[in-house]
């Protein structure tokens, strides 16, 4: 691995503040124009919003001048930090050749040569890659294709979707409807119907009733339980109309939930028996952030389609895809068949130019293994947080962590939603922002804390995470 990109070097602690009237200006506008996406507008009104200028390796900079540890990659996005030259070369070049063209009935090269590459390196026969501009036009378009596969394959019933309670997969309709957070979904109801869901995989939070004579709960156990209930739910559905399952392979939403032994094989099982596709959705997984170029390869299974985003640029461009299997593409390769779907951005020169540059420094300075070799600090480093009587669990893999905080660590007491409005939104994202870190605090399940730095972080960066994570909840205790 070549030593100069992995390391930070001596990042400046602070930069240059903006300009007094400038920063005023910026403020005002803001304000008065700027509909910040999932944001309670109100926060506002009378502080600051949050203006980032500048980064540089795994640090980002404010307008006036602070320095953050930006320890969620921007969105669990940034695989390769801040600031490289390198990608933002190609974004220009390739602008200044080629800035714009349509994948309607057309081609252009670095589209062509990155399907080539991301097919070359997603598992087995996941060989047909269908740009996007993101992650939720990632997951339409896995669910039409699931729908249009099986019209044109003689089950035209199967249309249906089974997916896991708390799990985020985006806000087009169907993806929101494939979403398993009530609460996000109901403004926009009624949503697009036909999608079910069955447990996640918190094994934090396992049932009783599964629990052994010692009272603790097998996760192997659990992990078959939790796949069975997939089963359950497509009998309940009935088989021909159910087309697939959609699963993170470390679930987001609730706070990193990685798959217990064994599940994926079963789910694998299960919808090899009933004719069900297995739509691994690896928005955040893929690329690296587990270790691996793909979540599925982590945990050895086999999905039918994977749907990315985020990591494939690196965030420098924006682009997603699907990928499907040969199998999936073989009906649109016969007559006047056509997947009549698609997105006059996806696939842009800019985004592909600069996804194949990011796997090419993949490859170049070795980022799996460096994620892999690290991966075991970082782990350990959070898992020192386990002494705080607020931390319940701590868990995730690869560079992709999430801690539960809890009321009572014995009996897992969770906060109520008062309590949690308060210590999350009215003291935690503030505070931990404050102290010089970005990263997520969320209460769509049991309220968590969430990290997916930049994969060219080390240990420095895990110990700054610790130091301040625990500088934060200290306090936040005392005010419970
Ligand atoms: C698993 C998963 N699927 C889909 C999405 C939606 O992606 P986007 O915001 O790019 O539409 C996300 C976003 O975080 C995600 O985590």
């Given at each position: ?6 390391s ?36 506002y ?15 980002i ?10 320890a ?6 940034n ?84 997916s ?89 939403s ?31 997984t ?52 056509t ?45 020192k ?87 934060v ?8």
């Open positions: 691995m070549s030593s100069e990109p992995m930070q070097g001596a990042v400046p602690t602070a930069a240059a503040a903006m300009d007094g009237d400038a920063y005023a200006a910026l403020q005002k506008a803001a304000r008065d124009h700027l509909w910040m996406h999932f944001t309670r507008m109100s926060s009104e009378h502080a600051d919003v949050p203006i980032i200028v500048r980064g540089e390796g795994a640090y900079y404010d307008a006036k001048g602070n320095r953050y540890l930006d969620l990659g921007g969105l669990f996005v695989q390769l930090g801040h600031g490289r030259k390198d990608l933002a070369e190609v974004a220009a070049k390739q602008a200044s050749e080629l800035h714009y063209f349509p994948l309607w009935s057309y081609a252009h090269p670095t589209a062509i040569q990155l399907a080539e590459k991301v097919a070359s390196l997603a598992p087995g026969d996941l060989n047909r890659v269908f740009f996007t501009t993101g992650g939720g036009e990632a997951v339409e378009t896995a669910w039409k294709l699931a729908k249009n596969y099986f019209k044109l394959t003689g089950k035209p019933t199967k249309h249906k979707v089974i896991r309670t708390i799990a985020y997969h985006g806000t087009p309709q169907g993806a929101l409807s494939i979403t398993g957070l009530p609460p996000m979904k109901a403004p926009f109801e009624p949503l697009v119907p036909s999608t079910f869901r069955v447990p996640n995989t918190n094994v934090y939070r396992a049932p009783d009733f599964l629990a052994g004579p010692d009272g603790t709960v097998d996760p192997e156990v659990f992990g078959r339980w939790a796949a069975d209930q997939i089963a359950v739910a497509i009998e309940n559905e009935g088989a021909d109309t159910v087309a697939a399952v959609f699963l993170e392979p470390v679930q987001n609730g706070g990193c939930f990685p798959p217990p032994p064994g599940y994926f094989q079963r789910v694998r099982e299960i919808c090899d028996e009933y004719d069900v596709l297995l739509v691994s959705d690896e928005v955040i893929a690329f690296g952030r587990l270790g691996h170029m793909f979540g599925a390869e982590r945990y050895g299974f086999q999905p039918d389609m994977v749907t990315v985003a985020k990591g494939l640029t690196s965030g420098y461009s924006p682009l997603g895809a699907m990928i499907a299997s040969d199998r999936l593409m073989e009906p649109f390769l016969k007559g006047t068949t997947f009549l779907h698609g997105y006059t951005f996806g696939g842009h020169p800019v985004s592909t130019a600069v996804g194949l540059k990011n796997l090419q420094i993949f490859e170049d300075e070795g980022v799996l293994e460096h994620v892999r070799a690290n991966e075991p600090g970082f782990r350990a480093t959070l898992g947080l386990n002494d705080l009587p607020i931390v319940g669990d701590v868990r995730g893999d690869g560079y992709f962590y999430g801690i539960e905080l809890v009321k009572d660590k014995a009996t897992k007491e969770t906060f109520d939603d008062a309590e949690a409005e308060k210590l999350l939104r009215g003291f935690l994202s503030k505070a931990l922002y404050d102290e010089g870190l970005y990263c997520r605090a969320d209460d769509r399940g049991d309220p968590v804390i969430q990290f997916a730095p930049p994969l060219i972080a080390s240990q420095e960066h895990f110990d700054e995470i610790e130091q301040k994570v625990r500088v909840l200290e306090k936040a205790w005392t005010l419970l």
